[in-house]
Protein backbone atom coordinates (compact mmCIF):
# COMPACT_ATOMS: atom_id res chain seq x y z
CA UNK A 1 0.00 0.00 0.00
CA UNK A 2 1.01 3.48 -1.12
CA UNK A 3 0.50 7.08 -0.70
CA UNK A 4 -0.77 9.29 1.68
CA UNK A 5 -4.84 9.62 2.59
CA UNK A 6 -7.01 12.40 3.95
CA UNK A 7 -10.20 11.09 6.84
CA UNK A 8 -12.88 12.50 7.58
CA UNK A 9 -15.13 10.80 10.24
CA UNK A 10 -17.76 12.85 11.80
CA UNK A 11 -21.72 12.38 12.96
CA UNK A 12 -23.91 15.24 14.03
CA UNK A 13 -22.09 15.96 17.02
CA UNK A 14 -18.46 15.18 16.45
CA UNK A 15 -16.07 15.49 13.54
CA UNK A 16 -12.55 13.89 13.38
CA UNK A 17 -10.15 14.95 10.17
CA UNK A 18 -6.39 14.31 9.82
CA UNK A 19 -4.32 12.57 7.28
CA UNK A 20 -2.18 9.38 7.52
CA UNK A 21 1.33 9.29 6.08
CA UNK A 22 2.72 5.61 6.76
CA UNK A 23 2.00 2.13 7.87
CA UNK A 24 1.97 3.00 11.34
CA UNK A 25 0.53 6.00 13.20
CA UNK A 26 0.60 6.16 17.09
CA UNK A 27 -2.56 8.21 18.95
CA UNK A 28 -1.40 9.25 22.70
CA UNK A 29 -3.06 10.74 25.41
CA UNK A 30 -5.26 10.19 28.71
CA UNK A 31 -8.47 9.12 28.86
CA UNK A 32 -11.23 11.53 27.50
CA UNK A 33 -9.15 12.73 24.75
CA UNK A 34 -11.08 11.62 21.72
CA UNK A 35 -9.13 8.23 20.93
CA UNK A 36 -12.00 5.94 21.79
CA UNK A 37 -14.51 7.81 20.56
CA UNK A 38 -12.78 8.14 16.79
CA UNK A 39 -12.53 4.38 16.92
CA UNK A 40 -16.28 3.77 18.08
CA UNK A 41 -17.35 5.74 15.46
CA UNK A 42 -15.61 3.86 12.78
CA UNK A 43 -16.67 0.58 14.42
CA UNK A 44 -20.31 2.01 14.27
CA UNK A 45 -20.25 2.88 10.37
CA UNK A 46 -18.35 -0.73 10.36
CA UNK A 47 -21.36 -2.93 11.63
CA UNK A 48 -24.01 -0.49 10.15
CA UNK A 49 -23.15 1.27 7.21
CA UNK A 50 -25.36 4.76 6.73
CA UNK A 51 -28.05 3.76 9.16
CA UNK A 52 -25.03 4.66 11.83
CA UNK A 53 -25.40 7.94 11.49
CA UNK A 54 -21.64 8.12 10.89
CA UNK A 55 -20.36 9.38 7.78
CA UNK A 56 -16.30 8.36 6.74
CA UNK A 57 -14.54 9.89 3.73
CA UNK A 58 -11.30 8.41 2.97
CA UNK A 59 -9.49 7.05 -0.28
CA UNK A 60 -9.46 3.42 0.83
CA UNK A 61 -11.61 1.51 3.64
CA UNK A 62 -11.12 2.30 7.27
CA UNK A 63 -11.82 -1.11 9.34
CA UNK A 64 -11.65 -1.87 13.12
CA UNK A 65 -9.30 -4.51 14.53
CA UNK A 66 -10.05 -5.98 18.03
CA UNK A 67 -8.79 -8.97 20.26
CA UNK A 68 -11.18 -11.29 19.48
CA UNK A 69 -9.82 -13.41 16.04
CA UNK A 70 -7.42 -10.73 15.31
CA UNK A 71 -5.18 -12.26 13.29
CA UNK A 72 -8.17 -14.89 11.22
CA UNK A 73 -9.73 -10.90 10.87
CA UNK A 74 -6.84 -9.06 9.66
CA UNK A 75 -6.09 -11.73 6.96
CA UNK A 76 -8.86 -10.49 5.42
CA UNK A 77 -8.53 -6.69 5.24
CA UNK A 78 -6.46 -5.72 2.97
CA UNK A 79 -5.21 -2.57 1.10
CA UNK A 80 -7.23 -0.21 4.04
CA UNK A 81 -6.55 1.55 7.10
CA UNK A 82 -6.97 -0.37 10.24
CA UNK A 83 -7.74 1.35 13.33
CA UNK A 84 -6.79 -0.44 16.73
CA UNK A 85 -7.88 0.79 20.22
CA UNK A 86 -5.78 0.71 23.40
CA UNK A 87 -6.54 -1.84 25.67
CA UNK A 88 -5.88 -4.75 22.73
CA UNK A 89 -2.76 -6.15 24.27
CA UNK A 90 -1.98 -7.88 20.89
CA UNK A 91 -0.60 -5.01 19.44
CA UNK A 92 2.63 -5.60 21.46
CA UNK A 93 3.08 -9.12 20.58
CA UNK A 94 5.89 -9.96 17.65
CA UNK A 95 3.25 -11.77 16.13
CA UNK A 96 1.25 -8.50 15.56
CA UNK A 97 4.63 -6.97 14.22
CA UNK A 98 5.30 -9.97 11.81
CA UNK A 99 1.27 -9.08 10.17
CA UNK A 100 2.23 -5.62 9.77
CA UNK A 101 5.13 -5.94 8.43
CA UNK A 102 4.04 -8.58 5.56
CA UNK A 103 0.52 -7.42 5.14
CA UNK A 104 -0.81 -4.44 2.38
CA UNK A 105 -2.57 -2.24 5.19
CA UNK A 106 -1.87 1.04 7.37
CA UNK A 107 -2.33 1.04 11.43
CA UNK A 108 -3.70 3.71 13.14
CA UNK A 109 -3.12 1.93 17.25
CA UNK A 110 -4.31 4.05 20.03
CA UNK A 111 -1.64 3.36 22.60
CA UNK A 112 -0.18 4.72 25.64
CA UNK A 113 2.91 2.29 25.83
CA UNK A 114 5.63 2.14 23.18
CA UNK A 115 5.33 -0.34 20.91
CA UNK A 116 9.02 -1.61 20.66
CA UNK A 117 8.27 -4.51 17.91
CA UNK A 118 7.07 -1.72 15.31
CA UNK A 119 9.79 0.40 13.71
CA UNK A 120 7.14 3.59 13.98
CA UNK A 121 8.60 7.61 13.09
CA UNK A 122 8.44 10.07 16.01
CA UNK A 123 6.72 12.47 13.49
CA UNK A 124 3.78 9.93 13.51
CA UNK A 125 3.15 10.02 16.79
CA UNK A 126 0.02 12.61 17.75
CA UNK A 127 -2.32 13.52 20.41
CA UNK A 128 -6.07 14.68 19.48
CA UNK A 129 -6.93 18.46 19.82
CA UNK A 130 -10.68 19.82 19.62
CA UNK A 131 -12.24 22.57 19.52
CA UNK A 132 -15.61 23.73 19.22
CA UNK A 133 -18.02 25.10 16.44
CA UNK A 134 -18.61 28.53 15.34
CA UNK A 135 -21.12 29.79 17.75
CA UNK A 136 -21.68 32.83 15.34
CA UNK A 137 -23.08 30.24 12.77
CA UNK A 138 -24.84 28.41 15.56
CA UNK A 139 -22.42 25.35 15.07
CA UNK A 140 -22.44 22.95 17.72
CA UNK A 141 -19.97 20.12 15.98
CA UNK A 142 -17.25 19.56 18.28
CA UNK A 143 -14.23 19.50 15.60
CA UNK A 144 -11.19 17.36 16.46
CA UNK A 145 -7.87 16.46 14.40
CA UNK A 146 -4.21 15.03 14.86
CA UNK A 147 -1.21 17.16 16.04
CA UNK A 148 2.26 15.85 16.58
CA UNK A 149 3.81 15.30 19.53
CA UNK A 150 7.54 15.01 19.35
CA UNK A 151 10.13 17.26 16.98
CA UNK A 152 13.38 17.73 17.10
CA UNK A 153 14.89 20.10 19.87
CA UNK A 154 18.48 21.53 19.52
CA UNK A 155 18.87 24.27 21.61
CA UNK A 156 22.69 23.17 23.35
CA UNK A 157 26.13 23.42 22.92
CA UNK A 158 26.87 19.67 23.79
CA UNK A 159 29.39 18.30 25.23
CA UNK A 160 28.76 14.81 23.71
CA UNK A 161 27.25 13.53 20.89
CA UNK A 162 25.70 10.00 20.87
CA UNK A 163 25.57 8.85 17.12
CA UNK A 164 22.59 5.85 16.68
CA UNK A 165 24.19 4.44 13.56
CA UNK A 166 27.91 2.24 14.04
CA UNK A 167 28.52 2.93 10.54
CA UNK A 168 28.81 5.58 7.76
CA UNK A 169 26.50 8.04 9.82
CA UNK A 170 28.78 7.64 12.37
CA UNK A 171 31.58 8.44 10.48
CA UNK A 172 30.17 11.74 9.05
CA UNK A 173 29.32 13.31 12.30
CA UNK A 174 31.92 11.74 14.00
CA UNK A 175 34.25 13.95 10.91
CA UNK A 176 32.28 16.82 11.90
CA UNK A 177 32.54 16.86 15.55
CA UNK A 178 36.58 16.46 15.38
CA UNK A 179 36.16 19.84 13.95
CA UNK A 180 34.99 21.00 17.17
CA UNK A 181 36.73 18.92 19.35
CA UNK A 182 33.75 17.50 20.66
CA UNK A 183 33.45 13.79 21.68
CA UNK A 184 31.57 11.53 19.64
CA UNK A 185 30.57 8.23 20.32
CA UNK A 186 28.32 5.29 18.65
CA UNK A 187 25.38 3.97 21.01
CA UNK A 188 25.59 0.83 18.50
CA UNK A 189 21.47 0.80 17.85
CA UNK A 190 18.26 3.36 18.67
CA UNK A 191 17.75 0.83 22.13
CA UNK A 192 21.19 1.21 23.51
CA UNK A 193 20.93 5.31 23.54
CA UNK A 194 19.19 5.97 26.64
CA UNK A 195 21.82 2.94 28.74
CA UNK A 196 25.01 5.61 27.16
CA UNK A 197 22.91 8.72 27.90
CA UNK A 198 23.17 7.46 31.54
CA UNK A 199 25.70 6.53 31.77
CA UNK A 200 28.25 8.99 30.63
CA UNK A 201 29.33 12.09 32.64
CA UNK A 202 28.80 14.89 29.98
CA UNK A 203 25.55 17.17 31.13
CA UNK A 204 24.82 19.03 27.43
CA UNK A 205 24.07 15.74 24.61
CA UNK A 206 23.41 15.99 21.52
CA UNK A 207 21.66 12.76 20.64
CA UNK A 208 21.58 11.63 16.56
CA UNK A 209 19.19 9.07 15.36
CA UNK A 210 16.91 7.86 13.10
CA UNK A 211 13.81 9.70 13.42
CA UNK A 212 11.95 7.22 10.82
CA UNK A 213 12.09 4.41 13.03
CA UNK A 214 12.54 5.43 16.89
CA UNK A 215 8.98 6.35 17.85
CA UNK A 216 9.20 3.62 20.75
CA UNK A 217 12.40 5.21 22.29
CA UNK A 218 11.28 8.41 21.96
CA UNK A 219 9.39 8.52 25.10
CA UNK A 220 12.25 7.15 27.45
CA UNK A 221 14.69 9.31 26.11
CA UNK A 222 13.16 12.86 26.72
CA UNK A 223 12.19 11.47 29.99
CA UNK A 224 16.04 11.35 30.86
CA UNK A 225 15.87 14.91 30.75
CA UNK A 226 15.31 15.45 34.22
CA UNK A 227 18.98 14.35 34.96
CA UNK A 228 20.66 15.61 31.88
CA UNK A 229 19.88 18.60 28.93
CA UNK A 230 19.36 16.73 25.89
CA UNK A 231 19.08 17.90 22.27
CA UNK A 232 17.60 16.10 19.68
CA UNK A 233 18.07 15.70 15.81
CA UNK A 234 16.26 13.09 14.05
CA UNK A 235 16.00 13.48 10.23
CA UNK A 236 14.54 10.23 8.51
CA UNK A 237 17.56 8.62 7.94
CA UNK A 238 20.84 9.42 7.37
CA UNK A 239 20.62 8.02 3.96
CA UNK A 240 17.72 10.79 3.94
CA UNK A 241 19.82 14.09 4.99
CA UNK A 242 22.24 13.07 2.10
CA UNK A 243 19.29 12.47 -0.80
CA UNK A 244 18.23 15.64 0.75
CA UNK A 245 21.58 17.24 0.33
CA UNK A 246 21.11 17.03 -3.97
CA UNK A 247 24.58 15.49 -3.81
CA UNK A 248 23.69 13.65 -6.69
CA UNK A 249 22.28 15.49 -10.51
CA UNK A 250 19.12 13.23 -10.36
CA UNK A 251 15.34 15.53 -10.80
CA UNK A 252 13.29 12.06 -9.27
CA UNK A 253 15.27 12.12 -6.20
CA UNK A 254 13.49 15.24 -5.40
CA UNK A 255 10.01 14.45 -6.43
CA UNK A 256 10.26 11.34 -4.08
CA UNK A 257 11.38 13.36 -1.33
CA UNK A 258 8.44 15.74 -1.66
CA UNK A 259 5.92 12.84 -0.74
CA UNK A 260 7.71 10.09 -0.07
CA UNK A 261 4.37 8.01 0.57
CA UNK A 262 3.82 7.68 -2.89
CA UNK A 263 6.81 5.65 -3.35
CA UNK A 264 7.26 3.77 -0.37
CA UNK A 265 5.11 0.52 -0.30
CA UNK A 266 4.57 -0.33 3.41
CA UNK A 267 4.05 -4.59 2.26
CA UNK A 268 7.96 -4.38 1.39
CA UNK A 269 9.33 -1.38 3.77
CA UNK A 270 8.54 -1.74 7.37
CA UNK A 271 9.89 1.57 8.00
CA UNK A 272 11.30 4.78 5.53
CA UNK A 273 14.94 4.43 6.93
CA UNK A 274 15.30 1.44 4.67
CA UNK A 275 13.66 2.65 1.41
CA UNK A 276 16.42 5.71 1.79
CA UNK A 277 19.61 3.74 1.78
CA UNK A 278 18.65 1.84 -1.18
CA UNK A 279 17.12 4.82 -3.07
CA UNK A 280 20.54 6.35 -1.89
CA UNK A 281 22.58 2.96 -3.17
CA UNK A 282 20.66 2.24 -5.97
CA UNK A 283 20.98 5.93 -7.34
CA UNK A 284 24.75 6.67 -6.91
CA UNK A 285 25.92 3.38 -7.97
CA UNK A 286 28.93 3.96 -10.73
CA UNK A 287 29.25 7.89 -9.39
CA UNK A 288 32.49 8.92 -7.15
CA UNK A 289 29.59 9.04 -4.62
CA UNK A 290 28.91 5.54 -4.66
CA UNK A 291 27.08 4.95 -0.89
CA UNK A 292 28.06 2.28 1.34
CA UNK A 293 26.50 1.85 4.28
CA UNK A 294 29.12 -0.27 6.43
CA UNK A 295 32.02 2.27 5.47
CA UNK A 296 31.42 5.88 4.46
CA UNK A 297 33.04 6.81 1.10
CA UNK A 298 35.46 9.33 1.92
CA UNK A 299 33.73 11.87 -1.30
CA UNK A 300 30.78 12.49 1.29
CA UNK A 301 33.73 14.41 3.08
CA UNK A 302 35.36 17.04 0.27
CA UNK A 303 34.62 20.69 1.06
CA UNK A 304 32.02 21.04 -1.52
CA UNK A 305 29.70 17.87 -0.75
CA UNK A 306 30.19 18.23 3.18
CA UNK A 307 29.03 21.61 3.02
CA UNK A 308 25.76 20.48 0.87
CA UNK A 309 24.87 18.37 4.15
CA UNK A 310 25.81 20.92 6.83
CA UNK A 311 23.58 23.36 5.20
CA UNK A 312 20.26 21.03 6.82
CA UNK A 313 21.51 20.51 9.71
CA UNK A 314 20.41 22.70 12.86
CA UNK A 315 22.85 24.95 15.15
CA UNK A 316 24.27 21.89 16.50
CA UNK A 317 27.77 23.69 17.32
CA UNK A 318 28.38 27.14 18.94
CA UNK A 319 30.37 28.60 15.50
CA UNK A 320 29.89 28.02 12.28
CA UNK A 321 31.32 24.74 10.26
Known amino acids: MKGSFEVTVK ?5 YKFKIYRNITILRGDSATGKTTLI ?36 EIHGSIVFI ?24 IATRNPLYNLPYSITEIYGIKNSSGNRYQGTKRLYSSFYPL ?24 QHICE ?40 ENLLF ?21 AKLLEDSTIDRIL ?24 ERSKGTYLEYHKAKLNPSYLQKTELAKVEALLPPLFPAEM
Not at 198 to 209: K, M, P, T, Y
Open 179 to 218: HFSIPCVSARGKTNICNVVESCDAENILIIADGAAFGPEI
Open 40 to 75: DMIQAYQNGGANSGVQISCGVHCAVLTESNWQLNLS
Open 258 to 281: ENPSDSIDSSRYFSWERFFTELLA
Open 224 to 244: LNRIKNLGIFMPESFEWLLLK
Open 150 to 173: YADTVTISPQLVIVEDSNSGFEFF
Open 11 to 15: NRRLQ
Open 85 to 108: DEGNPFVASKDFADEVRKGDNYFV
